[in-house]
């Protein structure tokens, strides 16, 4: 996490009439004489233990604002761990160094300890909307680092963030779509198709977008929209091949690009990061919405499957991936750039980290298929890829103020167990093999091994960083004073 708490502002609130705030630090504070039946009154041995704090109204526009962040990284798929340090980081910031939160996954909590004399304040916020906009949680993760820095004030923070969460996308949607129908094309090519199997990969994926916009704007449950795209890409696929205009195209590879990218949407890194951080509430539910939308993916293609077998419609052999060589190695990585560029784009991320994604998906995207190549197994492929993403990923991220989520989950989505899926849905669904069970159960442990590797990256990234910060700080100079974290303690 590279949060760190830094010295104080002096002054909280700039606004016109605001009072003057007292010292961050502790001062004697004794507590009143009390009086017991009628006696001499007698001095409170038990001194008042507590940090000094700025006014109600401050504490409450802190705590509204350090709740808001939060919100907005939790809703981009943030790991619990990420939202608390945020949050710890801007309450302390502002003044408010005693606060406890706790992430359930649909809401956040904090609460302002203020000593033994006081009552805490506690806030909460239910966290609705769940989006995904990369450039909205780049511009909040820049004001986290001018309030961590004393650049800002609370006032002027609360009124920006307000400015970027009621901000429109930074691109059309239109666009939005475009990207998802890039995806899905460079990912039919990374799996072995041609340019008109990529091309229809791309047409039908915009338009399970753009129904599934439409489902999104009806207030439709996410698992029904799971299930419908799925039903269309498959569908779809299955009716281009029955129609004989395109007997070229291989359907499967088809259903396994559009399924690629309805996977992801999901939050598997944040799931995996807080299973691994403790977070298991927020991981429990977090797992069970992956679980569910991916249950509503696999109802959808199995539900194309039955209507297509009921209605006698052609359904072409599983074919066999693309044995892996060496020559097509640079096609892969170039594939995996594009996907991963594609994807940052159709989440609106800034043009420099859709720049970053798209390195990091061919990064990953070369390293996976040179392990396939030496025999390395899937598994471990996407697991040491993947900690290359998140190492490379959590290292740069921080020179170039870029989201490390940002470079993580889109440099992962090509390696995303698509073709897995659909291998196994095929042979449970069609061919009524029992040998779909374990090829379904290597999907899953691939995601998982991908997901773990992109958490363990961002960990080993993480001293990696400070050798870097001291390394410029030796060759520079300081340029503002070190971390500084005020703490409770006895007053006397």
Same mark, same amino acid.
């Not at 899905?184 to 340019?195: E, F, P």
């Not at 993403?389 to 989201?403: H, K, N, T, W």
């Not at 390696?415 to 849905?425: N, V």
């Given at each position: 996490?590279?949060?760190?708490h830094?010295?104080?502002p ?7 009439g ?5 010292p ?27 940090p000094?704090?700025p006014?109600d109204a401050t504490v409450h ?5 350090a ?5 907005v990284?939790?809703s981009?798929?943030?790991?619990a *761990? ?8 801007v309450? *302390?910031?502002?003044?408010l160094?005693?606060?406890e939160v ?19 304040v506690t806030s ?9 906009? &990369?450039?909205?949680?780049a511009v ?5 680092r001018?309030?961590? @820095?004393?650049?800002i004030s609370a006032t ?12 429109a ?6 666009? +939005?779509?475009? /990207? #998802?129908?890039? %995806?899905?094309?460079?990912i ?7 340019w008109?199997?990529?091309l #229809?990969?791309a ?5 399970v ?19 419908v795209?799925?039903?269309?890409a498959?569908?779809g696929a299955?009716?281009?091949?029955s ?5 070229d195209v291989?359907?499967?590879l088809?259903? /396994? ?5 309805l996977?992801?949407g999901?939050?598997?890194?944040g799931t ?5 951080t403790? &977070?298991?509430?927020?991981?429990? =539910?977090r797992?069970?919405?992956? +679980?569910?939308m ?5 109802a959808g293609?199995?539900f194309?499957?039955t209507? !297509?077998r009921n209605? =006698? %419609? ?13 020559? @097509? $190695? ?16 159709? *989440?609106y991320?800034t043009?420099?980290a ?13 390293g996976f ?11 471990t492929?996407a697991?040491? !890829?993947?900690?290359?993403? =998140?190492?490379a990923?959590?290292v740069?991220?921080?020179r170039?103020?870029?989201?490390p ?10 390696l995303?167990?698509g &073709?897995?899926?659909?291998?196994s ?7 009524t ?5 374990p ?9 998982l091994?991908l997901?773990?590797?992109?958490? $363990?990256?961002? &960990? ?9 910060? @001291? ?5 520079? =100079? ?6 500084l974290r005020p703490t409770?303690r006895r007053?006397e």
């Amino acid at each position: 996490m590279w949060l760190a708490h830094r010295r104080q502002p002096k002054d909280v609130n700039n606004s016109p009439g605001a009072r003057t705030h007292r010292p961050l630090w502790p001062s004697a504070r004794k507590a009143a004489p009390q009086h017991v039946d009628g006696d001499q009154p007698v001095e409170e041995s038990q001194a008042v233990i507590g940090p000094q704090l700025p006014d109600d109204a401050t504490v409450h526009l802190v705590l509204d604002l350090a709740l808001r962040i939060g919100e907005v990284q939790i809703s981009s798929g943030a790991g619990a *761990s990420d939202a608390t340090a945020t949050i710890l980081a801007v309450a *302390s910031a502002y003044g408010l160094p005693h606060c406890e939160v706790d992430v359930i996954f649909t809401s956040i909590t904090v609460a302002c300890h203020r000593g033994t004399d006081l009552a805490p304040v506690t806030s909460l916020r239910v966290v609705r909307s769940r989006g995904l906009d &990369y450039t909205r949680l780049a511009v909040v993760e820049n004001l986290v680092r001018d309030i961590t @820095r004393g650049k800002i004030s609370a006032t002027d923070a609360h009124a920006q963030l307000s400015r970027a969460t009621e901000a429109a996308h930074p691109y059309p949607r239109w666009l +939005s779509t475009l /990207a #998802f129908g890039g %995806m899905a094309a460079a990912i039919t090519v990374l799996i072995g198709g041609d340019w008109l199997v990529a091309l #229809f990969a791309a047409l039908i994926t915009a338009v399970v977008d753009r129904v599934g916009r439409l489902l999104n704007r009806r207030a439709l449950p996410f698992f029904f929209q799971q299930v419908v795209g799925g039903a269309l890409a498959t569908g779809g696929a299955l009716a281009l091949l029955s129609s004989g205009l395109l007997p070229d195209v291989r359907p499967t590879l088809v259903i /396994a690009a559009a399924i690629t990218v309805l996977l992801s949407g999901l939050s598997v890194v944040g799931t995996v990061q807080d299973a691994i951080t403790g &977070y298991n509430v927020t991981a429990a =539910g977090r797992a069970t919405e992956v +679980s569910l939308m991916t249950a509503g993916l696999i109802a959808g293609v199995l539900f194309a499957f039955t209507v !297509a077998r009921n209605l =006698g %419609m052609e359904q072409q052999p599983l074919a066999d991936p693309i044995a892996a060589t060496a020559n @097509r $190695l640079p096609v892969q990585t170039l594939a995996g750039a594009a996907a991963a560029g594609c994807f940052a784009l159709a *989440s609106y991320a800034t043009p420099r980290a859709m720049l970053v994604a798209a390195v990091a998906g061919g990064a990953g995207a070369a390293g996976f298929g040179a392990l396939v190549l030496a025999d390395a197994g899937p598994i471990t492929s996407a697991a040491v !890829a993947a900690t290359v993403i =998140g190492f490379a990923g959590g290292v740069i991220s921080r020179r170039l103020r870029i989201p490390p989520l940002v470079v993580a989950v889109s440099g992962m989505v090509p390696l995303l167990p698509g &073709y897995t899926m659909y291998r196994s849905l095929f042979q449970l669904s069609v061919e009524t093999d029992t040998q779909g069970v374990p090829t379904l159960m290597l999907a899953g442990a691939t995601a998982l091994a991908l997901a773990a590797g992109v958490v $363990l990256g961002e &960990y080993l990234a993480q001293p990696a960083r400070s050798g870097l910060g @001291r390394l410029e700080r030796r060759l520079v =100079g300081p340029r503002m004073s070190g971390p500084l974290r005020p703490t409770g303690r006895r007053l006397e």
